[in-house]
Nanobody, 124 residues
Framework: QVQLVESGGGLVQAGGSLRLSCAASGRTFSMYYMGWFRQAPGKEREFVLATSWSAGVTSIADSVKGRFTISRDPAKNTVYLQMNSLKPEDTAVYYC?????????????????WGQGTQVTVSS
């Protein structure tokens, strides 16, 4: 079993930055494929970005391209989402996800493991 715990959310003004963390425990080899999703009030959960560390591939939603990046600290079993130039429309609960089967599970939004989410609110 894998546990993912997000942190780092909060309230920030438009144009500001936040860094979210996703700490994994348990079967951490499941961090081979990682992703971030978000869900705004009244909307469906949407893909933000994902990465395959082994393949060196990253997929990014157009809405965050050039502003959000993903990184990791293997020693801490932690993945980070760096969010810059935040906009009010970035307001959402952000979830990290992981899978060790295939990158496609992340891209399809059907990963094996989800975190509990962390709230990000961007004020105008």
């Amino acid at each position: 079993q894998v546990q993912l715990v997000e942190s780092g959310g909060g309230l920030v003004q438009a144009g500001g930055s936040l860094r979210l963390s996703c700490a994994a425990s348990g079967r951490t080899f499941s961090m081979y494929y990682m992703g971030w999703f978000r869900q705004a009030p009244g909307k469906e959960r949407e893909f933000v970005l994902a990465t395959s560390w082994s393949a060196g591939v990253t997929s990014i939603a157009d809405s965050v391209k050039g502003r959000f990046t993903i990184s990791r600290d293997p020693a801490k079993n932690t993945v980070y989402l760096q969010m810059n130039s935040l906009k009010p429309e970035d307001t959402a609960v952000y979830y990290c996800a992981s899978d060790d089967r295939s990158y496609s599970y992340i891209l399809r939004g059907t990963p094996a493991y989800w975190g509990q989410g962390t709230q990000v609110t961007v004020s105008s």
